[in-house]
T-cell receptor
C-alpha cells in the first residue's frame, strides 16, 4: 500500500527561524505531490504542488518545496517563519484518483 | 461563491441518532471525496465518487452511507451514531482521472456525539 511519512509531529520555532518539514512517500510510479496547510479551526488549503518540471516549487506565503525523486521526498521549507504560520501541515501524494495524506506536522511559532 | 460547501458546519446529537451532511461543489469536478479528521488531526479517506459512481470505499462501518445524486453533490448519511463518530468530516473534490490535479476542501462539518 502507498504511504506518506511526515517525520516531525510537533515543531516549535521562534519567529524568524527557518523551517524544514520532512515528507517521504512510498510509490514507484508517477505521482503528484502537495503540501496543504490547516490553520486552527479551518479547512485544508493548498500551499504548493508539484506535477512535473522544476523540482523546486514555490507556493504561497514564502513556502517552497523540493522534490527529490531518488529519495522519494518532498520537503517543505520556509526561510523565516512568522507567528501566523502556526498551523497543521500535511503532505499528500496523488496517484490517479487516490490521495494519500501524511499524519500531519503541528507547527507552533512563538512570537 | 464557495467552491466546495458543506452543511451543516456543526452537528451535536445523541448516540443512536441518524444524521446527514450535505456537500456541493461548483467547480465542475468529476470526483468527490469524504474524509474524516479525528482529534489528532489524522485525515482518513472514507469514500470517493467519480461521476456519481463509487470508486473508493475504505474500511468504514456500514452505518455510513454516501449518496451522489449528481456529480456536483456527495452527501453522507450516518445511522446509529456512536461516540467514536465524533470528528470533523471534510468533503473535497478534484478534476478526476488523469487530470486529477489538486483537492479542494470544504470547510468541514464538526460532528459531536453525546
Amino acid at each position: 500500500a502507498q504511504s506518506v511519512s511526515q517525520h516531525n509531529h510537533h515543531v516549535i520555532l521562534s519567529e524568524a527561524a527557518s523551517l524544514e518539514l520532512g515528507c517521504n512517500y512510498s510509490y514507484g510510479g508517477t505521482v503528484n505531490l502537495f503540501w496543504y496547510v490547516q490553520y486552527p479551526g479551518q479547512h485544508l488549503q493548498l500551499l504548493l504542488k508539484y506535477f512535473s518540471g522544476d523540482p523546486l516549487v514555490k507556493g504561497i506565503k514564502g513556502f517552497e518545496a523540493e522534490f527529490i525523486k531518488s529519495k522519494f521526498s518532498f520537503n517543505l521549507r520556509k526561510p523565516s517563519v512568522q507567528w501566523s504560520d502556526t498551523a497543521e501541515y500535511f503532505c499528500a501524494v496523488n496517484t490517479g484518483n487516490q490521495f494519500y495524506f501524511g499524519t500531519g506536522t503541528s507547527l507552533t511559532v512563538i512570537p | 461563491d464557495t467552491a466546495v460547501s458543506q452543511t451543516p458546519k456543526y452537528l451535536v446529537t445523541q448516540m443512536g441518532n441518524d444524521k446527514s451532511i450535505k456537500c456541493e461543489q461548483n467547480l465542475g469536478h468529476d470526483t468527490m471525496y469524504w474524509y474524516k479528521q479525528d482529534s489528532k488531526k489524522f485525515l482518513k479517506i472514507m469514500f470517493s465518487y467519480n461521476n456519481k459512481e463509487l470508486i473508493i470505499n475504505e474500511t468504514v462501518p456500514n452505518r455510513f452511507s454516501p449518496k451522489s445524486p449528481d456529480k456536483a453533490h456527495l452527501n453522507l448519511h450516518i445511522n446509529s451514531l456512536e461516540l467514536g463518530d465524533s470528528a470533523v468530516y471534510f468533503c473535497a473534490s478534484a478534476l478526476g482521472g488523469a487530470r486529477t490535479g489538486e483537492l479542494f476542501f470544504g470547510e468541514g462539518s464538526r460532528l459531536t456525539v453525546l
